[in-house]
């Protein structure tokens, strides 16, 4: 790689590690091979969340569509003198990650900009483009020679995504709808959210995890302990929200401490060393 690749690269790196802690533990736990290319996807999607998510105060649709449209002339021209953007295009052709997954995250930051509740078409349209297509990005780079084992996999990633977006759903149901005006789950009164209709949404997140679990056991070694690690976390994130009452849920952001962290992956560590993970 050129100076101005691995510059790029780490800018994308130091994106991850600003916005999230618990991804990044995730990925520095990933063989070396795959941290690069996966800091590079999250630098993409967490700028263009930003976009929608943040910059209140700018034209957000004309930001987003200079976004898509710089994107796409990055990946077409193997350049860009956007650092982010020309670490995505890198990772894109290098590990030949299909555009459709591309355009379906896009047009789930533009339903942002637009749809404030949702029925649920535009939900699993949504949930595909906002999460599902980004464990598929991340799933064709731990099978980058093989698309035998990248397809038979293709399933349980999108449940994996599908799972850790509707936990945040759940844990930002208060900055969502106070915040931003949203409220993702379909067909639900939020004036009248009760431990009912909580528990009928955590049924739902448990069968994606469930599903999602028989996937990640079957990962390659060289991925498995990072995804398994993210796995684990949110795992224990929706276990404590499923102990918090209906209206306690709006009080506060849950999360877990970076003590619980630690542990956990102190615990998870020594599995893998064993075999046992």
């Excluded at 994996?160 to 509707?166: N, R, V």
């Excluded at 969502?176 to 009760?194: K, Q, T």
């Excluded at 849950?254 to 003590?259: E, Q, T």
Aim: hydrophobic share 40%; charged share 30%.
């Amino acid at each position: 790689m050129t100076l101005y690749d691995i510059n790029s690269l780490e800018i994308s790196r130091l994106t991850t590690r600003n916005y999230s802690t618990s991804f990044s533990l995730g990925v520095r736990l990933l063989q070396k091979p795959f941290r690069l290319p996966i800091y590079a996807i999250y630098g993409f999607v967490r700028v263009a969340d930003e976009i929608v998510d943040t910059f209140h105060e700018h034209p957000k649709r004309e930001l987003l569509e200079e976004f898509k449209n710089d994107t796409f002339h990055a990946i077409a021209h193997g350049i860009s003198t956007n650092p982010i953007l020309h670490s995505f295009q890198w990772v894109v052709n290098r590990y030949r990650i299909d555009h459709e997954l591309i355009h379906a995250f896009l047009d789930s930051m533009e339903m942002d900009l637009t749809e404030k509740e949702h029925d649920q078409e535009s939900f699993k349209k949504y949930v595909y483009g906002s999460a599902e297509v980004v464990g598929l990005m991340c799933l064709r780079v731990f099978y980058a020679d093989d698309d035998a084992g990248y397809r038979k996999l293709v399933h349980p990633a999108r449940k994996l995504g599908e799972a850790f977006q509707k936990i945040n759903f759940l844990r930002d149901i208060r900055s969502d709808y106070s915040e931003r005006g949203r409220f993702y789950f379909p067909g639900i009164d939020l004036e009248n959210f009760n431990d009912v209709t909580k528990k009928a949404i955590e049924t739902d997140i448990q069968r994606d995890f469930d599903e999602a679990y028989e996937g990640v056991r079957q990962l390659n070694r060289a991925s498995r302990l990072g995804v398994l690690v993210s796995y684990t976390y949110y795992l224990k994130l929706f276990k404590k929200i499923k102990r918090t009452r209906a209206d306690r849920i709006f009080n506060k952001r849950y999360r877990i401490s970076n003590f619980r962290k630690a542990l956990l992956l102190g615990s998870l560590w020594i599995r893998y060393r064993m075999g046992l993970a």
